[in-house]
DNA sequence: CTGAAAGCGCTTACAG
DNA sequence: CTGAAAGCGCTTACAG
């Protein structure tokens, strides 16, 4: 009837009446039906994102950052949690997740169940996915959003050789296809100084798969600088370091990634390369509403460029040790 | 028609149609409407949590506890971010959050906000919240649970006092009524060994907050021990201990709550109490199927009960420094 | 065991 | 500017 109007803000309805729908709603608390109205529109307004462990730090920010833009457009998020890349798991959550009148899916595709997770959601359902920069294929064939990680490794591992380092070691966090960007972009500024990269350690998401993983590099005297995959993963080095002995930055010089809440505090305090989750993830969304109107002007990023931010723990190489 | 029974599992399919029915499903990639179900059952298979910022990690690691539970029954979940805690930014969280067919909300109350938004919900919604275990008055009103923080912090003062501190500092995370019961059961612990307690310095969630409110305490020798609201104002606290010069644990011991993934991995690792989020997650959606079908019966809590972590940085008091 | 009918609470043309 | 009608895609009694 005329309340759906009024709701709704149709400027087809007299002050009078519109006052008496309004006071009529108040009266009787009423509130709409979600359902009821997805159900005629024929499209939800709401979106799921589907991502790995949300306790990461960059899942959780861009998490955070289509809830924000949604949420100033009315809309609504959904989670859809990829517990593990098998198959079965991958298919239960797109059948979990993927409603035919969903308002849309965003898919955190950094990581290989995210990327199967992409490649399983059906036609027909409004889509973006937010991806490693190196991830072309997948690239070209969905509407996506990426930081470029690639250029942010390249220029930590450049602010390392640039303080005198002959080499920096990378320990890394899984790829989501074949290799992952950042270790490409160390690779790359090696190659560029003329230095043959080493193999990099292939670490998990956490500290405590970081601090296992370098137990071997850690007693390496040779090594001066090294590169982590993520902020946490530079703390369970730091921490296998300083266990061995080793005085950061005296000994050896460490440089983390995307620049966590917890970073400035870290002891001493972590030099890392800020990346913005949070504005890819107002991309993602802007993107999202492009693709189900692809009449409305296509959305500037807002996402800000990988920035460095130095802090305490990358210096020289100390003389007294390269003797 | 048939379709929807077989869907559903209704056993009063014989097994030839229902392969029929199977196979077109197949074929045609059909997938059912979630908005069409929940409108004609009138409550919908999701729930949505409220809670202020998901990038703190009780809120994070209890958001994961009732996803988990919430997908091994099939629900969805949505999450509703409370920004602030003025009157209209709750209404709007409400009003965003409160689907009347909506399959049931859980409101984290941990802060202001949250209590705010708890007492707002309207009624006819299955709702149960998480609360503080101190905030006796919700705790009457509405079906809850709650983490013993009071417990855990008496247990963490007296192991400070009992290593031969003077006293106990405490840097408290904010209250959501109007004392915390971090707060409450420090002092108890203090009260219990006949000491009389010292005013606690309020910070905010984060480490910049504990760095900033640590500030002049970090600078008073007669502090020996702090035990700080979490393990985020510890890593705070412990910068700005260790910039004053004061060497963890042996002029100053220092105790976190909640032992966060990188705790162990601190610069020293933290002794803290460990507080199990992810099992209270679990607890919260039980319930809130408990209160939607009382007929079940009342589930059985799972959250451990809070545990000290005892690391590195808490120890006796050096004699040196308290010549 | 299977199908036809009504209804969930909205929205969207369509008449007045 | 306002209301009556049909329909969104399911589920739930109700007949066969």
Redesign the interface.
């Known amino acids: 009837m005329t309340v759906s109007r009024v709701i709704n803000g149709n400027p087809n309805v007299s002050a009078p009446t519109r006052q008496r729908v309004m006071a009529a709603i108040q009266r009787m608390?009423y509130?709409p039906?979600?359902?009821?109205r997805?159900?005629s529109r024929g499209r939800?307004r709401?979106v799921?994102v589907m991502t790995s462990d949300?306790?990461l730090?960059g899942r959780?920010?861009l998490?955070?950052g289509v809830?924000?833009a949604a949420?100033a457009q009315?809309y609504?998020?959904?989670?859809g949690?990829l517990d593990s890349p098998h198959p079965a798991a991958i298919r239960a959550a797109i059948?979990?997740?993927?409603?035919?009148?969903?308002g849309g899916v965003v898919v955190i595709a950094f990581d290989a169940a995210g990327v199967r997770a992409l490649r399983a959601v059906?036609p027909g359902i409004p889509l973006v996915a937010a991806l490693e920069i190196n991830n072309l294929k997948d690239r070209r064939t969905y509407p996506s959003v990426a930081l470029d990680d690639r250029a942010a490794a390249f220029t930590a591992t450049r602010h390392l050789l640039e303080l005198g380092h002959p080499t920096v070691q990378h320990i890394s966090i899984p790829s989501s296809t074949t290799s992952n960007a950042r270790v490409q972009g160390w690779r790359s500024a090696l190659r560029a100084a003329g230095i043959t990269p080493p193999v990099p350690i292939q670490a998990g998401w956490?500290?405590?798969a970081a601090?296992e993983a370098a137990q071997r590099m850690v007693r390496d005297r040779e090594v001066t600088a090294v590169l982590c995959g993520n902020d946490?993963l530079a703390?369970?080095v730091?921490?296998a370091l300083?266990q061995a002995g080793r005085a950061i930055p005296d000994d050896v010089s460490v440089i983390g990634f995307d620049d966590s809440?917890?970073a400035?505090?870290?002891?001493p305090?972590l030099t890392t390369v800020r990346l913005d989750f949070v504005g890819l993830g107002h991309d993602c969304f802007a993107l999202l509403q492009h693709v189900v109107n692809p009449h409305s002007p296509r959305p500037e990023r807002v996402a800000q460029a990988p920035q460095l931010i130095v802090r305490e723990t990358a210096a020289a190489p100390s003389r007294s040790r390269r003797i």
Request: charged residues 25%; proline residues 9%.
């Open positions: 608390e509130r039906s979600r359902s009821a997805d159900l939800s709401s799921t949300t306790s730090y959780a920010a998490l955070r809830e924000e949420r009315g609504h998020i959904n989670i949690v059948d979990h997740s993927c409603d035919p009148s969903s059906p956490g500290p405590r601090y946490d703390l369970g730091i921490h300083q809440p917890l400035a505090f870290y002891a305090p």
